[in-house]
């Protein structure tokens, strides 16, 4: 996977002469040490990490901890100390203000908190300011913000102001602004901590809506679990201005690196967070991968399902995809056709679940279907499966392991 961000080695010294810090750090003095001696303050202490393509990648912390100074480093408006911001192979930290101020404009946009919508301008206005201050003309830029403004479904809004929209919108408006200049890299600091639980929930379900679609490489600070847990593909856990653990958000909840991590997480609810493709085994059911030969293929699974008491397969072709599910039964009947194929053996009303289902909407599908569901990934290609006796299996497992 290629990667959008690579950050090496990267501080921020906040004081007078960060030159005199960095050489105490080196020597080995902690940042509350060099508090004291100097009054300069260690806001990102030697960060090294990487960003994917296309992935959501999410910074978390306690307050203090650095997370919002480190994604402002990333596109200078805070200036780094020491160190390397390499973006789309170039290094950020050694550019000159010419050449960030076209990366801003063109590749690179911020969401913050706080709405920061200009009051004056319409919401149109709003969201194609920055191709005006990137100088597009009037007509292609307000073009471009009519499609973004539908896409966060907006477009009826455009000639309101600000003031005249509720906060979610006024986010929206946000959104919609930095995706006006259509950037590969977008940084979005607490964006959705300023909203209701309700209006929050809405506009991580549209950012991961609109992330589908786009694949665009997104680096969002939060605070709150449930948030991180939800968007990020991979979670840098910050602590005292280093990052202490990267992972995905299920590597983190299952192996904290230390004390802190662990307390991060103390009394979360780990079967809240468990989705399909964590449950999914691979081993359960039998796979039938056909060849021409139908009745071949039909004939050694119904012998298979018989001897090891089961009654469903799943239907995979060579390259992973899943196409359908059957059973001894709707073989036996396809059997008995003249020309068999292995589309006429498909059960109906067993849908295959997507890998990202939680488990609440995987115990619904199960009770509403109690037979072997597969899972599959966004490309379609065959996981696993679940049933009643491996959800449940694997409930009691997390529960007896976090005791």
Do not use: W
């Amino acid at each position: 996977m290629a990667e959008k961000i690579v950050v090496k080695n990267l501080h921020k010294v906040f004081g007078p002469d960060p030159d005199l810090a960095m050489k105490m750090l080196k020597d080995g003095h902690g940042k509350d040490h060099i508090f004291r001696q100097t009054g300069m303050v260690m806001g990102v202490i030697d960060a090294n990490f990487h960003v994917n393509e296309g992935e959501i990648f999410v910074l978390m912390g306690l307050s203090g901890s650095g997370k919002s100074t480190l994604i402002r480093l990333l596109n200078r408006l805070v200036e780094p100390s020491h160190g390397q911001i390499i973006i789309g192979g170039h290094d950020v930290a050694a550019m000159s203000k010419k050449a960030l101020v076209a990366l801003r404009r063109k590749d690179l946009a911020m969401v913050f908190q706080s709405f920061a919508l200009l009051p004056h301008l319409t919401v149109l206005n709003n969201t194609a300011f920055g191709l005006e201050v990137a100088g597009v003309d009037r007509k292609t830029r307000e073009r471009r913000a009519m499609e973004v403004l539908d896409q966060v479904g907006l477009r009826t809004f455009a000639h309101k102001h600000p003031a005249e929209l509720s906060g979610g919108m006024q986010q929206r408006v946000g959104l919609a602004r930095a995706l006006a200049v259509d950037p590969s890299l977008m940084l979005m600091d607490e964006a959705f901590s300023a909203l209701d639980p309700l209006k929050r929930t809405e506009m991580q379900e549209l950012l991961l809506k609109l992330q589908s679609e786009q694949q665009r490489t997104i680096v969002f600070v939060s605070h709150d679990l449930d948030e991180a847990f939800h968007i990020g593909d991979r979670i840098a856990i910050m602590e005292g201005g280093r990052i202490v653990q990267i992972g995905t958000p299920d590597e983190i909840l299952r192996n904290p690196c230390n004390e802190y991590v662990r307390a991060f997480f103390k009394g979360v609810d780990v079967n809240k967070y468990l989705v399909a493709k964590d449950i999914a085994q691979s081993d359960e059911t039998l796979v039938i991968h056909p060849s021409e030969d139908v009745r071949a293929d039909f004939s050694r699974a119904i012998e298979q399902l018989r001897e090891t008491r089961r009654n469903y397969a799943f239907i995979v072709e060579g390259n992973g995809s899943l196409q359908g599910t059957v059973s001894i039964d709707s073989m036996l009947r396809s059997l008995q056709m003249e020309a068999p194929s292995v589309h006429d053996a498909f059960l109906d009303g067993i849908d295959a679940v997507p890998h990202s289902l939680s488990v609440r909407e995987l115990i619904g599908r199960i009770i509403k279907n109690p037979v072997p569901l597969p899972v599959v990934d966004d490309s379609n290609r065959y996981l696993g499966v679940v049933t009643q006796t491996i959800l449940l299996r694997k409930m009691v497992e997390e529960e007896a392991g976090h005791e």
